[in-house]
């Protein structure tokens, strides 16, 4: 508004511990911090709970205008353009299904498949055939251990970069299913300032921003593969 002040749009009767946003049309679907998920129409104040309690991490809207809800431990949501809501949980027993009820963050490849970070590494969810996949990358971690994602982005190029808790970041090309780890150094220019990427973001010329927790902003120069480290010390950060 002209006056710069916010205004309520609806008060959902619950903590209001919202964790994320998306918006179709007049529709803000509400993810929250283990109050569940709602939606709130901006015209007549509606107010309806598509899905109750659960612990929402991300939302992503995919090309199909299905929603996806990830969560803490109640696997990931998938709301429909009517609201219908299908949850997709893990079955240790089953190659198909999710290997994690912990869902981080979850983006969409140019074929429409939708990508998925867990706490125990990368999966794909295939809508022509309704089935899971788990990538297997043990070139590309520091040990045995899980790699724990959590944040995916895809570039302009239709690759996929996902960053990690403590393995730092890794691009890869869905196509050939072929990876680069971009691994922490001690040196400036040669790796990333710290293990732990939380977000990331594209530039206009395809660059990468990154988002670590404790070494500031890299920036990634995707000509030279360089990568820059954006701190405190070296510019106010």
Same mark, same amino acid.
């Given at each position: 508004t002209e006056d710069k002040k916010f205004t309520e749009i609806a008060d959902v009767g619950v903590p209001s511990h919202i964790s994320d946003l998306v +918006?179709?049309?007049?529709?803000?679907?509400?993810?929250?911090s @283990?109050? @569940? $998920?709602?939606?709130?129409?901006? +015209?007549?104040k509606s107010i309806v709970c598509l899905v109750s309690s659960i612990k929402v991490t991300n939302m992503f809207l995919d090309s199909r205008s299905h929603i996806w809800a990830g969560s803490w431990q109640d696997g990931i949501c998938? /709301?429909? %353009?009517?609201?219908?809501?299908?949850?997709?949980?893990?079955?240790?027993?089953?190659?198909?299904? &999710? =290997?994690?009820?912990f869902v981080r963050?979850?983006? %969409?490849? *140019?074929?429409? =498949? /939708?990508? $998925?970070?867990?706490?125990?590494g990368l999966e794909s969810y295939d809508p022509e055939t309704n089935t899971f996949s788990h990538q297997y990358y043990s070139n590309y971690r520091h040990n045995n251990d899980p790699m724990s994602i959590w944040c995916l982005t895809r570039?302009?190029?239709?690759? $996929?970069?996902?960053?990690?808790?403590?393995?730092? &970041?890794?691009?890869f090309n869905p196509d050939y299913e072929v990876y680069t780890w971009y691994n922490t150094s001690q040196m400036e220019g040669e790796g990333l300032s710290h293990p732990i990427v939380g977000c990331m973001e594209e530039d206009i010329y395809g660059n990468l921003y990154i988002a670590t927790e404790g070494g500031g902003v890299n920036y990634l120069?995707? *000509? +030279?593969?360089q990568i820059k480290w954006l701190t405190k010390s070296s510019c106010g950060l």
């Open positions: +918006t179709v049309g007049d529709d803000i679907y509400v993810g929250t @283990g109050y @569940g $998920i709602w939606k709130v129409n901006q +015209t007549n998938r /709301i429909d %353009e009517n609201d219908n809501v299908t949850t997709f949980r893990s079955v240790p027993t089953s190659d198909k299904c &999710l =290997k994690s009820d963050d979850c983006c %969409e490849d *140019k074929n429409g =498949k /939708i990508w $998925i970070g867990t706490d125990v570039d302009g190029q239709g690759n $996929i970069w996902f960053g990690t808790y403590f393995n730092g &970041l890794q691009w120069n995707r *000509k +030279t593969g």
